[in-house]
């Protein structure tokens, strides 16, 4: 059974950089043919995909967030990250990590992880 | 970006009922369509992928159709455990984006 499992500070000051990892067990990051992704739910609010990665190291980001943002992966930990940097109180969400089918479809999901943006 | 559009954005329903909520898309997508169920506090959970395939495990009484912009997902006969937040996603081309949600309730 593949599970995955964000961690990661759940209070950020604003300005500082968030950093998120998800560990995978079940699966390998590096068998492909799945990417690997993150999406946010905003308090109250619908879900926003923030971008993935293949285990190669190809990144798509959402333009939204490009400038801000850096994934990475680590096959030897079976893990995969993210860092936003410059973040304020808009980027307080739930951060959910997910695994992502050919199609585009996720069909594994972490917990997800309370961050909360706030001096 | 592609915009998804859900209506309705809240259902009142009651068990033994049988609903449908539907997406479009702000362009075509053909079907790379994919609809998750979501209960407070939980992650979402992948129900329907391509427009209208069952992921393994989800009851037959669900289903999705459609294709292009316009998409639906049916519950037939409403149990308890279907009251929830149902999201509609595109993954036609990146950013894949979610519609609003649907949140269904009990009557």
């Known amino acids: 059974q593949v599970q995955l499992q964000e961690s990661g500070p759940g209070l950020v000051k604003p300005s500082q950089t968030l950093s998120l990892t998800c560990t995978v067990s079940g699966a390998s990051i590096s068998s492909g043919p799945y990417y690997w992704s993150w999406i946010r739910q905003l308090p109250g609010k619908g879900l926003e995909w923030i971008g993935y990665i293949y285990y190669t190291g190809r990144t798509d980001y959402n333009p939204s967030l490009k400038s801000r943002i850096t994934m990475s992966v680590d096959t030897s930990k079976n893990q995969f990250s993210v860092n936003l940097r410059s973040v304020t109180a808009a980027d307080t969400a739930m951060y959910f990590c997910?695994?992502?089918?050919?199609?585009?479809?996720?069909?594994?999901w972490g917990l997800g992880t309370q961050v909360t943006v706030s001096s | 970006d592609i915009q998804m559009t859900q209506s309705p954005s809240s259902l009142s329903a009651s068990v033994g009922d049988r609903v449908t909520i539907t997406c479009r898309a702000s362009q075509t997508i053909s079907t790379y369509l994919n609809w998750y169920q979501q209960i407070p506090g939980k992650a979402p959970k992948l129900l329907i992928y391509?427009?209208?395939w069952l992921q393994s495990g989800v009851p037959s009484r669900l289903s999705g159709s459609g294709s292009g912009t316009d998409f639906t997902l049916t519950i037939e006969s409403l149990q308890a455990e279907d009251f929830a937040t149902y999201y509609c996603q595109q993954s036609y081309s990146t950013p894949y984006t979610f519609g609003q949600g649907t949140k269904l309730e009990i009557k």
């Open positions: 391509g427009a209208s």
């Open positions: 997910a695994r992502v089918g050919k199609d585009g479809h996720s069909d594994y």
